[in-house]
Structures are given as structure tokens and as C-alpha cells.
């Protein structure tokens, strides 16, 4: 089976919509209340690698890519989620289950604000402790 | 003989908390625990990106790195190509690995440099140094820079190997191939360089995998990744070499990888140099159509990855960019944790961050939070340490 | 004051002072020292503490991590210092001059006496910009 039909096995209904960009990039959008379970099953136990977590700023929410990479074919799965609530942005952090994920959640706590509930260390990672609060150099200035 | 406390450098408070990168606690000569503060590189590069448009993009992304100048470009360009599916002309392909391997082999060359001095090698360092000369010779001569070549370009390279520089280059890496067994041999088969760094700064192949570690690091702990192989780019599925792999996860296994890569690089330029095809360098890209797209490369400490989403404007909307180093220097925390602190000044530099990380390192008194050594200290008692193998192993000093 | 500043002029002791540095231009100083260039002959060495330089070599831009560090390194210098800025970046900001990050150039936290610009600057230059000084240093009555 290929990973992607394993992923497709995998996380089932979670996945609310599914994109093939090219031959080894694949995005997937999910509800952010299920990524804890997503990561679980992605990196635990069909062995995918976080490359990274890109935050954005978008006009409907804030936006979380996580880039899980399957080094054995070179595959890139992308999974999605977006959080609407830009007031108050939480989601489930990813730490307790691989310490990787430290690092990547803090840069996006204190570039974009978001709350990542259960991380062991959210604090200043790049800017310095006395940045002021709610000042996040990649939030965007919308026009309402 | 027991390791009495340092005079701390300076008028510090004892309790002022110095910014520093790495900050050692310990008991006696173990180091117990680490603090890695980051951010001292931290020039917003990425909110920067969304204020220049794609062309200038690249420029920006080069001075991310100095050492590791082409592999930024190189992911970024990588990255709008997937996602305005752009198709490179062939002959940039082969000049672009061409450009990113003799990268390779010059940041190694470096890293080998820096850890010989680190251990008290200086002869090490010079030499290292010295054959690194006639690389970037080379990329003055391609190119027009010592560093920052400012090749890759969106569709394409910026400028194109001449035919006349080719055989200099050839010879280059003829002379090279000596060195690198000089290297190894010097490296690899002295027992007090085995003894001074093998089984310290151990990372076993299941901290790499949680700590999502990469490139030499990540190989070095048994762990068979390698971007160019994996999801190949450029030409480097045109050409055949071997990923290096060891399986002890200690220093010693680092240097190997890195030193095994060095032959590894050179073949591969060398194949390039054989099979590249005449022809255009450059596609010729006009616009980005909206859409995102990734790309990674294989930078000589491990994968660089970036993201970019257009919305069919002329400037990306937003740049994700991730170094090697940001995984791998965290890892510090299981590698440097436990060993003593002679060792923690080369167990730092063994997954290659920036020189200027290695430089600011403190180390404090786990008890009384009071600072007790400085970076240069580290170093020097790492020199020490390899002085006293020596002797205990019946060498000259 | 002025017979101290021409006596080190004779040796100098270098303090490397990196503020946001990419590192090229940290490495190009290192390659000064490699037996390429090899300052060393000139009793040009690298010191690990500030207090023992007779010139601080700056890089990089200040950010705010990095600009109270400088200022603190600056004041612990015994003066006369001498304050080189190599590269670009340490010169002018170059492109980063817009960053969120970047509060000010380099002269602004310290006064600079020589700039050497570059990105990075060869080795050559480097020489040349720290002899130019030297030189300076020695015209002066």
C-alpha cells in the first residue's frame, strides 16, 4: 500500500478535503480539534517526519501548516487547519508527544499569537522577553 | 586534577542573566542541564520577504547563512518552481548541483577546520582551511564572489560555466581527492582523536527520530535521510553517489559522515562536469500564479525547507523558511546533557551551527546559577583534554 | 592618551564581536588569520576577552538581542578601542534596514572608526581597511 493510501486508511473521515498538487505534494485540510490524533498517527505510527510548521495570517483565520515528510519516497504531506478564532487562536500542541515540535510551536506562538494548549515551554523564542504583548510581526493588518 | 572554579570574566552581576546561546548548568565537571536562547540571527527575514518581490527574494534569502549561502536560494527557487510548476532547463540543473556541492565541500572543510581547533588540532584547522582556499578560488572564478555566489534564479542559474574554467575546476578537485585522504587518515586513524570523540555527544537513532534531527547529524545516528536522494532536484538523480551513514551517534561518527561526504561531493561535481549539456540556463519566468509550493534541499548541515504562497502578485504573500540548524541545535539538550565539560565545547559544534552560536556559550554552577566559564574557556579545556590523552597514551604533546 | 593609541598600533589584540551576523563575513575574518593571508605575522591575534582588545571587530546588524550585548561589550573594552565595522551588513544594514527586528545601525550604538564594506569583504580588503587605520591611527599628532 503507498503511503498515501495508508494516510487516506488512517485518518478516514478527519480529512475534510484532499489535494494533489504534484507528483510528492500532497495537502490535506482537517479540523484543528484533530491534530493531536493526526500527528499521532502520521509520525508514530506510519513513521512520517515534521519538517516544519508554517503559520499564516489569512482573512478567514489563522492558518497552521504542518509539513510531514516521508522521506522514503520524498513525499510531502501538508496538513491543514485553520483556526477561526483570531481573538483568542488555541490549539492542541504537538510536544508531548515529540519534543521537535517545541521549537517550531514557540516560533509560531510569538510570530502569530496562537495558544498551543499543553506545550511544557511556551515562551519568547527569537524576539526578546520584553517584545511587547500582543505585538506579532507576521499578523497582517486587515482592511475590514 | 580537580577542576577548581574559573574567575568569572567581567564585573557581571552574578545573578544577571547573560543572553547568551548556550547556557551550561553544572555540578563538579558534569554538565546537568542546558538552556539554548536563540534569536541572536533573528532579522525578520521572513517578513521581509513579503515586502520584496520573488527576484529579490532570492538575494534575501542568500545572507540567511553565510556557509550554507546557496542552499536558501537554492530551496526558495525550488519552491516557486513547484508551485508555478516551472521547468528548469537541463543545463541549469547540472550547473546549480554543481554550485551547491562544491558548497558542500567548502562548509565541510570548514566544520573540520573548526573541530580540529576545538580539540586542540590547530594543524588540523590550518590545513583544513587552507585546501578550502582553491574551492572558493573557484567560486571567485565562476561566479564573481567568494561567498554569496547570487546563482539560482527562478527558472533557471544567473550565470553560466564557462568552458575555459572548466578544466581548473577539474583540477581542482583532482588535488582535492589527496587531501581528503590526508584528512581521513589523519582524522579517522588517530587513536587519540578516537578516543577524544568517540562515544561522547551520543544521539541514538530514536532521540534523532523525536528530535526530527538532519543531514550529517541525523546520519550519523543511523538514520538513512538525504533530501537529494529522497525527493531529488537539480541533477542529482542524473548522477550516481552514495549516502554516508554510521550508526554510533557519538562525534566520531559525525566527523566520519562529513569527511565521506567530502569524496562523495566531488564525485558527484565531477560526474556533473562529464554529462552536463549545452544549452539555455534560464527559463525565463514572467509571473507567479497564485498557489503554494515546497522546497528542500540538502544543505551541507541537513535539509533546508521552504514554503511560498503567491496570490498571483508580484511579491509572495507568505515565506516559511526553516534552517537545518533550528532542529538540529536543539537536539543539544539530549547530546550535551550528561557529558563532562571538556567535551561540551565540541559536542555543541558536532551538528555544525553558525560559528557565531559557538561563541557565545556560558557556563554556570548548577547550585548557585554563579558564572563560572565563557566559550574560549570551553575551548580550552577541551584543548587540555586532548593534551593529557595524548600523554596518557605515550604521544608528544 | 595619543602615544598609548599609536603604541597598539604595533600589535593589535582583536575582539570579534558578531551582532546578527549570516557569518560569511565572521568566517572571512577567521580566513584572515589561515596561512593564506596570515596576520599573525603582523601581531594581529584574536583574544577570547574584550577586556584584552585593542580593536573590536563588529559584523552583522544590531537587533535587540544584540545591540545591549554590543553596548556592554564597547564599555568592558579598555579605551583607547578602536571600533571596525566589516561588511555590509555592520555598515549601512543593507537590506535588513526595514526589519521589525533592526532598531539601529551599528554607529548609532557605538562609534565606528573604520568601515569596511563588503558582503562579505575579501580578505584582502580587510587587511587593507585595517592597515588604512593604522595609518590613520599613526598620522594623528
Redesign the interface.
Known amino acids: 500500500m503507498s503511503i498515501v493510501d495508508k494516510i487516506k486508511e488512517g485518518l478516514g473521515d478527519k480529512i475534510i478535503d484532499w489535494y494533489q498538487h504534484a507528483s510528492r505534494r500532497i495537502y490535506i485540510s482537517i479540523k484543528p480539534s484533530d491534530i493531536k490524533e493526526v500527528a499521532q498517527i502520521l509520525f508514530r505510527d506510519l513513521g512520517l517526519r515534521l519538517a516544519t510548521a508554517s503559520g499564516q495570517d489569512t482573512p478567514v483565520g489563522l492558518e497552521i501548516l504542518y509539513h510531514f515528510s516521508f522521506d522514503k519516497t520524498g513525499e510531502i504531506v501538508s496538513v491543514r487547519v485553520i483556526i477561526k478564532d483570531k481573538k483568542k487562536p488555541e490549539i492542541d500542541s504537538l510536544a508531548p508527544l515529540f519534543p521537535a515540535a517545541e521549537w517550531i510551536e514557540r516560533e509560531m506562538w510569538e510570530m502569530l499569537g496562537i495558544k498551543f494548549i499543553g506545550h511544557p515551554n511556551l515562551k519568547h523564542l527569537l524576539l526578546i522577553d520584553e517584545w511587547p504583548q500582543e505585538q506579532y510581526p507576521l499578523r497582517h493588518q486587515h482592511e475590514s | 586534577m580537580s577542576h577548581k572554579v574559573v574567575i568569572p570574566i567581567g564585573p557581571y552581576h552574578p545573578l544577571q542573566e547573560e543572553p547568551e546561546f548556550f547556557r551550561l548548568y553544572v555540578e563538579g565537571e558534569k554538565v546537568v542541564d542546558i538552556d539554548i536562547v536563540i534569536g541572536y540571527n533573528h532579522r525578520g527575514i521572513e517578513e521581509l520577504s513579503e515586502h520584496k518581490h520573488f527576484d529579490q527574494v532570492t538575494f534575501l534569502v542568500e545572507r540567511i547563512c553565510g556557509i550554507c549561502s546557496t542552499s536558501h536560494p537554492f530551496a526558495y527557487v525550488n519552491a516557486v518552481e513547484d508551485l508555478a510548476k516551472i521547468q528548469v532547463p537541463e543545463r541549469a540543473l547540472y550547473i546549480r548541483t554543481i554550485i551547491a556541492e562544491m558548497e558542500r565541500i567548502h562548509s565541510h572543510l570548514l566544520w573540520l577546520g573548526l573541530a580540529g581547533h576545538f580539540i586542540g588540532y590547530n594543524t588540523v584547522w590550518m590545513w583544513a582551511w587552507r585546501y578550502r582556499e582553491p574551492v572558493l578560488d573557484c567560486f571567485e572564478m565562476i561566479t564573481g564572489n567568494r561567498n554569496h555566489y547570487a546563482m539560482m534564479k527562478i527558472g533557471g542559474v544567473r550565470r553560466n560555466i564557462k568552458d575555459e574554467d572548466i578544466p581548473i575546476l577539474r583540477k581542482t578537485l583532482d588535488d582535492l581527492v589527496p587531501a581528503v585522504k590526508m584528512f581521513e587518515g589523519a582524522v579517522v586513524d588517530d587513536p587519540v582523536i578516537r578516543a577524544r570523540l568517540k562515544g561522547i555527544g551520543i544521539l541514538t537513532k530514536q532521540q534523532a527520530i523525536d528530535w526530527c534531527v538532519l543531514g550529517p547529524t541525523a546520519r550519523a545516528s543511523g538514520l538513512n535521510i538525504d533530501v537529494r536522494r529522497d525527493d531529488p532536484y537539480g541533477a542529482y538523480d542524473r548522477v550516481s553517489w552514495n549516502v554516508i551513514v554510521q550508526a554510533e551517534g557519538d562525534i566520531f561518527a559525525k566527523t566520519v559522515v562529513r569527511i565521506l561526504e567530502l569524496y562523495e561531493s566531488i564525485s558527484i561535481i565531477q560526474q556533473c562536469l562529464e554529462k552536463m549539456p549545452k544549452g539555455e540556463i534560464d527559463a525565463n519566468v514572467k509571473d507567479i500564479p497564485p498557489g503554494e509550493g515546497i522546497g528542500h534541499v540538502e544543505a551541507p548541515r541537513g535539509e533546508c525547507f521552504h514554503y511560498v504562497r503567491s496570490d498571483g502578485t508580484n511579491r509572495p504573500i507568505r515565506h516559511k523558511i526553516r534552517a537545518p540548524s533550528f532542529m538540529n541545535v536543539a537536539s543539544n539538550k539530549i547530546a550535551a546533557v550528561g557529558g563532562t565539560i571538556s567535551d561540551a565545547a565540541i559536542t555543541l559544534a558536532a551538528v555544525d551551527p553558525c560559528y557565531c552560536c559557538t561563541e557565545r556559550v556560558i557556563v554556570l554552577d548548577k547550585a548557585t546559577h554563579k558564572k563560572i566559564l565563557n566559550g574560549w574557556d570551553l575551548i580550552k579545556l577541551s584543548q587540555e583534554k586532548t593534551e593529557q590523552l595524548k600523554k596518557s597514551k605515550g604521544f608528544p604533546a | 592618551m595619543d602615544l598609548k593609541l599609536k603604541a597598539l598600533t604595533k600589535s593589535l589584540w582583536v575582539f570579534?564581536a558578531?551582532?546578527?551576523?549570516?557569518?560569511?563575513?565572521?568566517?572571512?575574518i577567521?580566513?584572515v588569520l589561515?596561512?593564506?593571508h596570515d596576520v599573525e605575522r603582523f601581531g594581529i591575534v584574536l583574544v577570547?576577552?574584550?577586556?584584552h582588545a585593542d580593536v573590536l571587530l563588529v559584523t552583522?546588524?544590531p537587533?535587540?538581542?544584540?545591540k545591549?550585548?554590543l553596548k556592554r561589550l564597547y564599555a568592558?573594552a579598555p579605551q583607547p578601542c578602536l571600533v571596525v565595522a566589516i561588511g555590509s551588513?555592520a555598515c549601512g544594514r543593507?537590506?535588513?534596514k526595514?526589519?521589525?527586528?533592526?532598531p539601529c545601525a551599528v554607529d548609532e550604538v557605538v562609534p565606528v572608526s573604520a568601515y569596511i564594506p563588503g558582503?562579505?569583504p575579501?580578505p584582502e580588503a580587510i587587511i587593507a581597511g585595517v592597515v588604512k587605520l593604522i595609518q590613520k591611527v599613526q598620522e594623528k599628532k
Open positions: 570579534h558578531a551582532c546578527s551576523p549570516c557569518n560569511n563575513c565572521d568566517i572571512e577567521l580566513d589561515t596561512p593564506r577570547g576577552s574584550v577586556r552583522g546588524i537587533n535587540y538581542k544584540t545591549e550585548r568592558q551588513c543593507n537590506m535588513f526595514d526589519s521589525y527586528n533592526s558582503c562579505p575579501k
